[in-house]
């Protein structure tokens, strides 16, 4: 059974007579990517900067990998990890100095320090610049430097606020990768703020939304998308004749007399496309494509929080 990372009951946060955080529920579990979505002002660096210790919450009951935060918030620290908005190197120091700080804060030993910054320049492909500072690195190799110096205490939860604003889509693709393989290789759980939508699809195994200092919903990808009306059941005929029987039997349907096709409103759930395709077998009517269309998440965005999503991942 999958064990729960972060447990987050009524979590509350006020700063003077703005309320941030209203009531938060959240349960995440163990060994996978959550991602917290939101507009501008929504609270999602609030909130992981709650969870990480950094700010005190005005209500709630918080537990991190296990430990209390208000009476262990010691422990909390020693089982996570902070990649913020902001990359956290100094730029005065060579990339392996950087990671030999981190190695230092973490009494990790010269020997075992020295190994550890060696696995994880080699890692994440910067081996070859491990003399350099980085100030002479593109975005996403700062990036990376940065994500390998919160890896270096070997943290079992990960927070990711906002990590790949501002890089190119190859960079944004490659951290997308080293994302997925530390939950695959390493079991860590990783909790991810973005305003990336496509990057909550492509990464989370679970998306809550955050709007007003509540949330509006919760789910994986395709629950939320099955949320908004406008998902429909695309069925392609052969033949003229068959897209008029079938017209006339699914009253509900669009019809493209010069693709052949209809379009029958649904969500796409197995349930209601068996039941669509056993009314198509019963009346003899043979389908020759099918395919499945629901709202993406700039749908659910736009439709739970009032607010288009202004940020988009930049297509190449």
């Known amino acids: 059974m999958t064990s729960?990372?972060?447990?987050?009951?009524?979590?509350?946060?006020?700063?003077?007579?703005?309320?941030?955080?209203?009531?938060?529920?959240?349960?995440?579990?163990?060994?996978?990517?959550?991602?917290?979505?939101g507009p501008n002002g929504a609270g999602k660096t609030t909130t992981v900067h709650i969870l990480s210790t950094l700010v005190t919450p005005d209500a709630g009951e918080v537990t991190v990998g296990g430990h209390d935060l208000a009476r262990d918030p010691d422990g909390v620290r020693s089982a996570i990890g902070v990649t913020g908005q902001f990359s956290a190197v100094d730029d005065l120091l060579t990339a392996e100095e950087n990671l030999?700080?981190?190695a230092d804060l973490h009494?990790?030993?010269?020997?075992?320090?020295?190994?550890?910054?060696?696995?994880?320049?080699?890692?994440?492909d910067l081996a070859g610049v491990a003399q350099k500072t980085p100030v002479t690195f593109s975005g996403g190799m700062k990036r990376r430097l940065d994500l390998a110096m919160t890896l270096v205490g070997r943290p079992r939860i990960i927070f990711l606020d906002e990590p790949t604003t501002g890089l190119d889509p190859r960079?944004?693709?490659?951290?997308?990768?080293?994302?997925r393989d530390l939950v695959d290789t390493e079991n860590v759980t990783i909790f991810l703020t973005t305003q990336y939508l496509e990057e909550a699809d492509e990464l989370a195994d679970r998306i809550a939304v955050l709007d007003g200092g509540k949330l509006v919903a919760e789910g994986t990808a395709a629950q939320l998308k099955r949320m908004i009306p406008g998902g429909h059941v695309r069925l392609q005929f052969?033949?003229?004749d068959d897209l008029d029987r079938a017209a006339r039997l699914l009253e509900t349907s669009l019809r493209d007399d010069e693709a052949l096709s209809l379009q029958v409103p649904g969500d796409g759930d197995v349930p209601a496309l068996r039941s669509l395709l056993n009314l198509?077998?019963?009346?003899?009517?043979?389908?020759?494509?099918?395919?499945i269309h629901t709202?993406?998440?700039?749908?659910?965005?736009?439709?739970?929080?009032?607010h288009p999503q202004t940020v988009k991942e930049a297509r190449s």
């Open 107 to 124: 009494r990790l030993g010269r020997a075992e320090g020295r190994r550890r910054a060696a696995d994880l320049l080699a890692r994440f």
């Open 238 to 240: 052969t033949s003229g």
């Open 295 to 306: 709202p993406d998440l700039d749908d659910v965005f736009f439709a739970l929080t009032g």
């Open 4 to 37: 729960t990372a972060i447990a987050v009951s009524g979590l509350r946060k006020a700063f003077g007579d703005k309320v941030v955080l209203d009531g938060v529920d959240l349960d995440v579990r163990a060994g996978t990517i959550f991602s917290l979505l």
């Open 100 to 102: 030999l700080l981190m």
């Open 171 to 179: 960079s944004r693709h490659t951290m997308w990768q080293i994302i």
């Open 280 to 291: 198509l077998d019963d009346h003899a009517l043979k389908v020759d494509g099918l395919s």
